[in-house]
Every structure is written in structure tokens, then in C-alpha cells.
């Protein structure tokens, strides 16, 4: 019974050396996802913002009421104008 276990434990630890591959291959991945991104942001449009006209990437930039903004402050603001008006 002993034997079947530690024939056990040794298949498990060679499952888990196999098992290893698969995760260099998977921080590879990872390694190449910077660059991807890099990718992305010479692609990146920048948009001013509705209320202060500071540039934010379209990523970050939030769109409001057919308007971009650089923060929920800055949203924020645009209605209280609103609401002054
Ligand atoms: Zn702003």
C-alpha cells in the first residue's frame, strides 16, 4: 500500500515538472504583453477634456453626454455649469 503511494508522490512530482512548461510558456506570454501595449499607445487617440482641455488617452478619457472628460471631477463640474445655467 506504502508502494502505491510513493509510486503516487513520483507521478505527481513528474506531473508537476511536465506541468512547468506550460507556465515558462505563460510568462512568455506575459513578457510579450508589454510590447503589445506599446502597440497600443502609438495607436493611442488623445482627447481633450470637455471642462479643463487637458489631452487624456481615449483609454482614460470618460464619455459623457457626447463629451470626453479627464475625471469624474471634471464631469462633476460640467454639471453644476449646466445646473448654474
Ligand atoms: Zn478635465
Do not use: H, W
Not at 3 to 27: A, D, H
Not at 63 to 76: G, H, R, T
Request: aromatic share 8%; hydrophobic share 40%.
Amino acid at each position: 500500500m506504502i508502494k502505491i503511494l510513493v509510486v503516487i508522490g513520483v507521478l505527481f512530482l513528474l506531473y508537476k515538472v511536465l506541468f512547468k512548461k506550460p507556465n515558462n510558456n505563460r510568462s512568455n506570454n506575459a513578457s510579450n504583453n508589454p510590447s503589445f501595449k506599446e502597440d497600443e499607445l502609438k495607436e493611442e487617440i488623445m482627447l481633450e477634456c470637455f471642462t479643463c482641455n487637458i489631452l487624456v488617452s481615449q483609454n482614460e478619457a470618460i464619455l459623457d453626454n457626447k463629451a470626453y472628460f479627464c475625471s469624474q471631477e471634471c464631469i462633476d463640474k460640467r454639471n453644476e455649469d449646466v445646473n448654474n445655467r
